[in-house]
């Protein structure tokens, strides 16, 4: 049995396009989810356990690039979907302002 793991935020399921990844542009690559902390990345590249990572998405909402820095914690290779990883980014500086959308009900 695993341990429970306690979180220090809410996350939030999201299904949005990330557009680059360090720098570079991406295709079939997803944020799955997001908190104020870190992300949950699917996409055809793996990116590795303690490698820095910069991405950038648009906000649904009002059409604006995102960029988010960070480590990534894990990955792991889909077996139900071969060729497809997902990764567990921890964001260097927390993005609170990214929570509060979430709370107020203005990210759709």
Known sequence: MLPKVTRK?????VDWEVKT???????????LDVSAMGARIEGPQPLYQQRHVEFTYLMPRDGRQRRHT?????????GHKPGRYQMGVEFHQPNWSLDREFCTGTVH
């Open 9 to 13: 935020c809410l996350r939030y399921p």
């Open 21 to 31: 990844c360090n720098g570079r542009p991406v295709t079939q690559t997803f944020l």
């Open 70 to 78: 960070g480590v990534v914690m894990w990955m792991r290779p889909l």
